[in-house]
């Protein structure tokens, strides 16, 4: 994570929020000066060397510091991805909650509450909370008699059941927490995971060239070779946080629980709204269903002494599947989004992160083993619910208006980007335009010819409701499936590739990239009007382009187009390049071309969006400031959950419009690490 003002002052206010102000200055001291040691963060913030190891010990434990020993002098150094994590616990545990049910969050808000923690502290933490929840009960009269409501359509009195979302048991907490490992949301802490990427990168690169090239590195082939070695010392250094995971799956126990989840316990996207469709696809709640006890039998219990943490990088990718299927709720509708929430909970089940490292994921053997490449449809089928109708939000069309070619043509290579070589010119086109054309009038079949139909009552021809359908209407669950298949693969936004028979794939970069350029038309056209899109779209679309051209395809006044576009580059959206036209640098003979650079744009908005958030956390803190005497009011035992109940009516006023700013700032800063997540993480 590239660290700017912005960004560093937005970490320091995040542990300021959750851990106190004593850590957020520590880490605000190394984000600025960099790694240094005990006496040189004395120097900086003017500690002693007590509060020093309290504000350091609270920030190793919640992994957001790096530290290494040499000669027994400790450097530390800031850790701001984890620290810019933390803003994002809240979409963390809903998307836990959806995955594997209330349990499961709950384990996982433990866990981030207590930072890294050995499994036997967790376990003693949790049969402290069970025997207090059984002594309880024991004391609790109420139980023997159940607590009744009176039901308003019949009358009849009916017994309220209160949820339970409490783990009951040890062997229940073991089944959960070997479920996460499973889904690689949680990992194994070992010696390697307080060290920096860079440390361990030099530290992987000097014990390649001790133990294979003592003379050096020597030739293209050599060097080669020497990438290769580096990379699968870095892979296998990596793998060690997964250790716990293969200990799992190579348990027998372990493939029989993954079967017997599949059938048990779904609530996933039943319902089919984007959060089901996202992770709930699967849906396991097995540890409260009725085969709960089986389950957590077939386990393996974990080693007591085994550190655990969580992986954010896993959960990044889980919350991309979940950015993507409500895109395609919203464009394409629910049931297509659950086809495609189900294809990439397959595609993404071994892929560890959103972006691949190129010294650890690109090497001359080929990559990293990152999961699938395709999926095929029995495979989709298999792990589709049988209680989701696949024939909703599909089009019938007549088969005579269909060309099957075009519509199921194999795509076995990604879209590359386009490339803007030469200007479009009048004449005749160039050999790779009619090759192009010649390959796009191929798709279709040469005996296709559009036979009239009857037009509705609204000139429309492609009917959603059955009625009296024909038979080549008529299909069966692998069709239905294959349509979503087509209709996501055949979109504008290119949800999904045909890569092969009956296999597909999904392309992230591209994708990605046209939600990149969507949400940055969105901040263009709030800020520089539909002119102002109309122009970037025009330039994105053609590339670099003088005044004079731009203005001919815009239809715009001269003045009115310079005005905009001076407007459009003080807010960074467009830039500008001089070309001369001879040897001689002369301003009035040279050419100016507009053009816009995506990943400059992109930047931009990262720092607005830091800013933004810092903003609004500095703002909620002005609110706390000047509402403390009703906030210190409220924290009072005797008056906490019964605010409305003993406050005086003005108190209460005053402690409502608080919450309601709260909730307010909290969103904004939510809706911007949306954009955040898309523009640096996704």
Same mark, same amino acid.
């Not at 361990?200 to 020497?226: D, L, M, R, T, W």
């Given at each position: 994570?590239?660290?700017?003002?912005?960004?560093?002052?937005?970490?320091?206010?995040l542990?300021?929020?959750?851990?106190?102000?004593?850590?957020?200055?520590?880490?605000?001291?190394?984000?600025?000066?960099?790694?240094?040691?005990?006496?040189?963060?004395?120097?900086?913030?003017?500690?002693?060397?007590?509060?020093?190891?309290?504000?350091?010990?609270?920030?190793?434990?919640?992994?957001?510091?790096?530290?290494?020993?040499d000669?027994?002098?400790?450097?530390?150094?800031?850790?701001?991805?984890?620290?810019?994590?933390?803003?994002?616990?809240?979409?963390?545990?809903?998307?836990?909650?959806?995955?594997?049910?209330?349990?499961?969050?709950?384990?996982?808000?433990?866990?981030?509450?207590?930072?890294?923690?050995?499994v036997?502290?967790?376990?003693?933490?949790?049969?402290?909370?069970?025997?207090?929840?059984?002594?309880?009960?024991?004391?609790?009269?109420?139980?023997?008699?159940?607590?009744?409501?009176? /039901? +308003?359509? %019949? @009358?009849?009195?009916? =017994?309220?059941?209160? &949820?339970?979302h409490?783990? #009951?048991?040890?062997?229940?907490? *073991?089944?959960?927490?070997?479920?996460?490992?499973?889904?690689?949301?949680?990992?194994?802490?070992?010696?390697?995971?307080?060290?920096?990427?860079?440390?361990?990168?030099?530290?992987?690169?000097?014990?390649?060239?001790?133990?294979?090239?003592?003379?050096?590195?020597?030739?293209?082939?050599?060097?080669?070779?020497?990438?290769?070695?580096?990379?699968?010392?870095?892979?296998?250094?990596?793998?060690e946080?997964?250790?716990?995971k293969?200990?799992?799956?190579?348990?027998?126990?372990?493939?029989?629980?993954?079967?017997?989840?599949?059938?048990?316990g779904?609530?996933?996207?039943s319902?089919?709204?984007?959060?089901?469709?996202?992770n709930?696809?699967?849906?396991?709640?097995?540890? /409260? +269903?009725? %085969? @709960?006890?089986?389950e =957590?039998?077939?386990? &393996?219990?974990?080693?007591? #002494?085994?550190?655990?943490?969580? *992986?954010?990088?896993?959960?990044?990718?889980?919350?991309?599947?979940?950015?993507?299927?409500?895109?395609?709720?919203?464009?394409?509708g629910e049931?297509?989004?659950?086809?495609?929430?189900?294809?990439?909970r397959?595609?993404?089940?071994?892929?560890?992160?959103?972006?691949?490292?190129?010294?650890?994921?690109?090497?001359?053997?080929?990559?990293?083993?990152q999961?699938?490449?395709?999926?095929?449809?029995?495979?989709?089928?298999?792990?589709?619910?049988?209680?989701?109708?696949?024939?909703?939000?599909?089009g019938?069309?007549?088969?005579?208006?269909?060309?099957?070619?075009?519509?199921?043509?194999?795509?076995?290579?990604?879209?590359?980007?386009?490339?803007?070589?030469?200007?479009?010119?009048?004449?005749?086109?160039?050999?790779? =335009?009619?090759?192009?054309d010649?390959?796009?009038?191929?798709?279709?079949?040469?005996?296709?010819?559009?036979?009239?139909?009857?037009?509705a009552?609204?000139?429309s021809?492609?009917?959603?409701?059955?009625?009296?359908?024909?038979?080549?209407?008529?299909?069966?669950?692998?069709?239905?499936?294959?349509?979503?298949?087509?209709?996501?693969?055949?979109?504008?936004?290119?949800?999904?590739?045909?890569?092969?028979?009956?296999?597909?794939?999904?392309?992230?970069?591209?994708?990605?990239?046209?939600?990149?350029?969507?949400?940055?038309?969105?901040?263009?056209?709030?800020?520089?009007?539909?002119?102002?899109?109309?122009?970037?779209?025009?330039?994105?679309?053609?590339?670099?382009?003088?005044?004079?051209?731009?203005?001919?395809?815009?239809?715009?006044?001269?003045?009115?187009?310079?005005?905009?576009?001076?407007?459009?580059?003080?807010?960074?959206?467009?830039?500008?390049?001089?070309?001369?036209?001879?040897?001689?640098?002369?301003?009035?003979?040279?050419?100016?071309?507009?053009?816009?650079?995506?990943?400059?744009?992109?930047?931009?908005?990262?720092?607005?969006?830091?800013?933004?958030?810092?903003?609004?956390?500095?703002?909620?803190?002005?609110?706390?400031?000047?509402?403390?005497?009703?906030?210190?009011?409220?924290?009072?035992?005797?008056?906490?959950?019964?605010?409305?109940?003993?406050?005086?009516?003005?108190?209460?006023?005053?402690?409502?419009?608080?919450?309601?700013?709260?909730?307010?700032?909290?969103?904004?800063?939510?809706?911007?690490?949306?954009?955040?997540?898309?523009?640096?993480?996704?």
């Amino acid at each position: 994570m590239e660290v700017t003002q912005n960004a560093a002052e937005l970490c320091a206010l995040l542990i300021d929020e959750l851990y106190g102000e004593l850590p957020s200055r520590i880490f605000a001291v190394l984000l600025s000066r960099g790694r240094s040691n005990l006496a040189q963060l004395a120097q900086y913030t003017s500690m002693n060397p007590r509060q020093l190891r309290h504000g350091l010990a609270v920030l190793i434990q919640y992994n957001l510091l790096f530290h290494q020993s040499d000669g027994g002098n400790t450097v530390y150094e800031a850790n701001a991805a984890f620290a810019y994590n933390l803003i994002r616990t809240g979409k963390i545990l809903e998307m836990v909650e959806s995955s594997f049910g209330p349990v499961a969050k709950d384990v996982m808000q433990n866990l981030m509450i207590s930072g890294q923690t050995r499994v036997s502290d967790l376990l003693a933490a949790y049969q402290i909370k069970i025997d207090r929840t059984k002594a309880a009960a024991e004391q609790d009269m109420d139980i023997e008699f159940p607590e009744f409501k009176l /039901n +308003g359509v %019949n @009358g009849n009195y009916h =017994e309220v059941k209160k &949820p339970d979302h409490q783990v #009951k048991s040890t062997a229940q907490l *073991n089944s959960i927490i070997c479920r996460l490992v499973e889904a690689e949301l949680i990992d194994v802490v070992h010696s390697k995971s307080f060290q920096s990427p860079d440390d361990i990168v030099k530290e992987a690169e000097s014990q390649v060239v001790a133990n294979y090239f003592p003379n050096g590195v020597k030739g293209g082939k050599g060097k080669a070779e020497y990438e290769q070695k580096v990379a699968e010392a870095l892979r296998k250094i990596r793998s060690e946080s997964k250790s716990l995971k293969r200990k799992l799956e190579s348990n027998g126990a372990a493939s029989k629980r993954r079967k017997l989840f599949a059938g048990i316990g779904q609530n996933g996207a039943s319902n089919g709204t984007a959060n089901g469709t996202a992770n709930g696809s699967n849906g396991v709640n097995g540890a /409260n +269903g009725a %085969n @709960g006890a089986h389950e =957590e039998e077939m386990d &393996p219990a974990l080693d007591p #002494k085994q550190v655990i943490r969580i *992986n954010y990088e896993k959960c990044l990718v889980d919350l991309r599947n979940r950015r993507l299927v409500q895109f395609v709720c919203d464009t394409l509708g629910e049931t297509t989004g659950y086809v495609y929430g189900v294809l990439l909970r397959i595609l993404t089940k071994q892929l560890s992160r959103c972006q691949l490292d190129p010294r650890l994921d690109i090497a001359e053997d080929g990559n990293e083993n990152q999961g699938p490449a395709s999926v095929t449809s029995n495979e989709l089928l298999d792990n589709m619910k049988t209680s989701i109708d696949l024939s909703l939000g599909i089009g019938k069309a007549a088969k005579n208006i269909i060309s099957s070619r075009a519509a199921e043509k194999i795509r076995e290579n990604p879209p590359k980007p386009k490339l803007f070589i030469e200007a479009a010119v009048d004449g005749d086109a160039s050999a790779d =335009e009619s090759e192009s054309d010649d390959d796009e009038s191929s798709d279709y079949d040469s005996d296709f010819e559009e036979q009239p139909a009857a037009p509705a009552a609204n000139g429309s021809k492609v009917k959603f409701a059955d009625g009296a359908a024909g038979k080549e209407q008529r299909m069966d669950r692998p069709m239905q499936l294959r349509q979503h298949l087509l209709l996501l693969s055949e979109s504008h936004q290119h949800f999904l590739r045909h890569c092969g028979t009956n296999e597909w794939t999904v392309d992230f970069g591209p994708l990605l990239q046209i939600q990149r350029e969507a949400e940055l038309d969105a901040v263009i056209e709030r800020t520089s009007g539909k002119d102002g899109l109309r122009l970037v779209r025009i330039l994105r679309t053609n590339g670099k382009m003088d005044e004079k051209a731009l203005q001919n395809i815009a239809l715009m006044r001269k003045g009115e187009l310079q005005q905009k576009m001076l407007e459009m580059q003080r807010a960074g959206f467009v830039q500008i390049q001089e070309v001369p036209r001879d040897n001689k640098a002369d301003v009035k003979k040279s050419l100016f071309l507009w053009y816009v650079d995506l990943e400059s744009s992109s930047t931009m908005m990262l720092e607005t969006s830091y800013k933004s958030m810092v903003r609004c956390l500095q703002v909620l803190e002005v609110l706390r400031q000047k509402e403390k005497d009703v906030l210190m009011l409220t924290k009072r035992t005797d008056v906490k959950g019964r605010e409305k109940d003993v406050m005086r009516k003005e108190y209460f006023d005053r402690y409502s419009r608080f919450q309601a700013h709260e909730k307010q700032l909290f969103a904004q800063v939510l809706r911007l690490d949306d954009l955040v997540a898309l523009l640096r993480d996704f």
